[in-house]
């Protein structure tokens, strides 16, 4: 059974930094792609960025420069590299695991909260 752990969350102020990884376990073809998407407070769910097995990333537009999307597929953990963030990117940040390049697989991570604020 395929599991997801999300880690890397919390609080941080402004203008700061924060790095997510997201772990998976099971049976994992490390074709698969995978991406983070994020839930604000009364808002649905988006996507944040999504890699392909090759390496290939589809971003937000609004996004753009200030989060990058990495993998290792060796060890089957996706990252999340977010900079300059803002209190609008307070969220709940879910992976993703399996569809393409454009669209999610049925595959879901808990989450993990990050807070913008000083």
């Known amino acids: 059974q395929v599991r997801l752990v999300e880690s890397g969350g919390g609080l941080v102020q402004p203008g700061g930094s924060l790095r997510l990884s997201c772990e998976a376990s099971?049976?994992?073809?490390?074709?698969?792609?995978m991406g983070w998407y994020r839930q604000g407070p009364g808002k649905e769910r988006e996507l944040v960025a999504r890699?392909?097995?090759?390496?290939?990333?589809n971003y937000a537009d609004s996004l753009k420069g200030r989060f990058t999307i990495l993998r290792d597929n060796a060890e089957n953990t996706a990252y999340l590299e977010m900079n300059s963030l803002k209190p609008e990117d307070t969220a709940v940040y879910y992976c993703?695991?399996?569809?393409?390049?454009?669209?999610?697989?049925?595959?879901w991570g808990k989450g993990t909260l990050v807070t913008v604020s000083s």
């Open positions: 890699i392909s097995g090759s390496g290939r990333t």
């Open positions: 099971g049976i994992i073809p490390s074709i698969n792609a």
């Open positions: 993703n695991l399996g569809g393409g390049l454009w669209n999610p697989g049925d595959y």
